[in-house]
């Protein structure tokens, strides 16, 4: 057995000391069995405390790694009823990279969690720069119902968002969409009064030619009569 202090054997030890010329009794003295020291039992314990402290922090570890994952999950799953938690979901599974302890399976997981919802992320970016576009060319109607027909989660960046809002929510852009509507609503009655006129127009001219056929063919049958008589 070698000791943990100094890395000889006991016997190693007894020979250098015969070598000296150390004797019992006018005999060399003779080399004892191996004890291990108070020291060696201190490291020994100190090594087990370690081997447990970490066997428990590893379970540790991977408990509460679970239980983060399962919140993200949760608020994934509710994102599909409530697009509102997407952005909740997205911010979780990013502070799931603090965490010590991540298995493949979990690693995978958030990879295609995260991967969804920033492709959510790019369609909105896709409807925000439709707006914005119409925005530029002055036609805000077309970009308050480009943004209002837009269901799905506000996955914006901080600016866009701000942006965004400001179509939805501007009063000037509101009172435009109004008057848009009230000018739809005036020329499709208008279109609608024409329409009518111009059927009554239609159905005139009808009776009108129906009335002069009638007349023409009267005036035929006396005709007729005179020349019989």
Avoid: H
């Avoid at 314990?45 to 983060?68: F, M, R």
């Avoid at 990279?97 to 991967?115: A, P, T």
């Avoid at 989660?153 to 965004?164: A, E, I, T, V």
């Amino acid at each position: 057995m070698f000791s943990f202090l100094n890395g000889k054997s006991p016997f190693d030890e007894a020979e250098e000391k015969l070598e000296a010329g150390e004797t019992v009794n006018g005999r060399p003295k003779l080399p004892q069995a191996p004890i291990m020291g108070w020291q060696d039992g201190v490291f020994l314990l100190v090594l087990a405390g370690l081997i447990v402290g970490v066997y428990y922090w590893y379970q540790y570890t991977k408990q509460k790694s679970a239980e983060v994952f399962a919140t993200c999950d949760a608020l994934y799953v509710a994102a599909e009823s409530n697009p509102s938690k997407y952005a909740d979901a997205e911010v979780c599974y990013n502070e799931t990279w603090d965490l010590s302890f991540v298995s493949d399976s979990m690693e995978i997981l958030r990879q295609n969690r995260l991967g969804s919802i920033e492709d959510l992320r790019n369609q909105q970016k896709d409807v925000y720069a439709d707006a914005m576009g119409a925005m530029a060319a002055r036609d805000t109607v077309a970009a308050y119902n480009v943004v209002n027909a837009y269901k799905g989660p506000m996955l914006l960046s901080q600016g866009d968002r701000k942006d965004w809002e400001k179509i939805v929510n501007s009063d000037a852009v509101k009172a435009c969409v109004a008057a848009a509507a009230a000018r739809a609503d005036s020329i499709a009655r208008e279109k609608a009064i024409a329409d009518s006129l111009a059927q009554v127009a239609a159905e005139l001219r009808a009776k009108a030619v129906a009335d002069s056929i009638e007349k023409a063919n009267k005036k035929l049958a006396r005709k007729g009569k005179r020349k019989k008589a």
